[in-house]
């Protein structure tokens, strides 16, 4: 198989693969909002769902990581929010509480995913250099914002099976977050972006 007919043939697999996940993250949130009438599992779920979408429009990239590092790095990440479960575990806070803390994180991921448009990816790769928006404060706010509603959802379901899932796939996250910095370090542009914007998630702390 030719090198560009196997790349065409991974990323479909890789867009059916992150649609058949979310698809079954779909049924065991809505399944426990029906149930429960918490509404912290469907932030979650509406942020989730910008990856599929994003996913699918998302423009070509100039330069793309293909190496089996950030192939795993990338699927670690995006498969373990979609296997988080909502179950009875005792909630540490109030659903309001863990609501408003969700919201936030998925008020990040809207903004960062505005800002940054047809740019957004799975893989590290560069799709241009976004500046604008919440990209001036910290060089991944989507991630920001991914990490804050996993927060929020481990909060609100606390179960050995979820905490070990975000451990090990936020770990990825930020693994994954370097790379695509690893990626775009050849770019002039991003080279002077990151000379102004030092902080990769959070302002002040890293």
């Known amino acids: ?15 059916a693969l992150v649609a058949a996940l979310f698809t079954l993250l779909s049924v065991n949130l ?6 429960t009438q918490r509404v912290t599992g469907l932030l979650l779920l509406v942020g989730e769902s910008l990856v599929v979408v994003l996913t699918v429009v ?18 670690v ?7 988080l479960r909502a179950d ?18 998925l008020g990040l991921v809207v903004v960062g995913k505005i800002a940054l448009g ?19 404060l910290v060089r991944h706010p989507i991630y920001t914002g991914y990490l804050v ?21 936020d770990s990825a996250l930020i693994v994954r977050a370097l ?3 690893r990626v775009l370090s050849a770019d002039v542009e991003y080279q002077r972006y990151c000379r102004r914007v030092e902080w990769h998630l959070v302002p002040g702390v890293y």
């Not at 998302?58 to 699927?75: H, K």
């Not at 047809?118 to 990209?135: E, L, Q, T």
């Not at 996993?150 to 179960?159: K, N, T």
């Open 1 to 15: 198989m030719k090198p560009l007919a196997r790349a065409v043939q991974h990323d479909l697999c890789a867009r």
């Open 30 to 35: 809505l399944a426990d909002f029906v149930r």
């Open 58 to 75: 998302r423009r070509p990239a100039r330069l793309v990581d293909r190496s089996v590092a950030a192939a795993v790095m990338t699927m």
């Open 77 to 83: 990440s995006l498969a373990g929010p979609q296997l």
């Open 88 to 105: 009875d575990a005792a909630p540490i806070a109030p659903d309001a509480w863990t609501a408003m803390l969700s919201a936030v994180g």
């Open 118 to 136: 047809r740019s957004f990816g799975v893989v590290p790769a560069n799709r241009g250099v976004v500046v604008r928006g919440p990209y001036m």
């Open 149 to 169: 509603t996993h927060v929020a959802f481990l909060i609100a379901h606390p179960s050995p099976w979820n905490i070990s899932a975000l451990l090990v796939a």
């Open 179 to 181: 790379m695509e910095e």
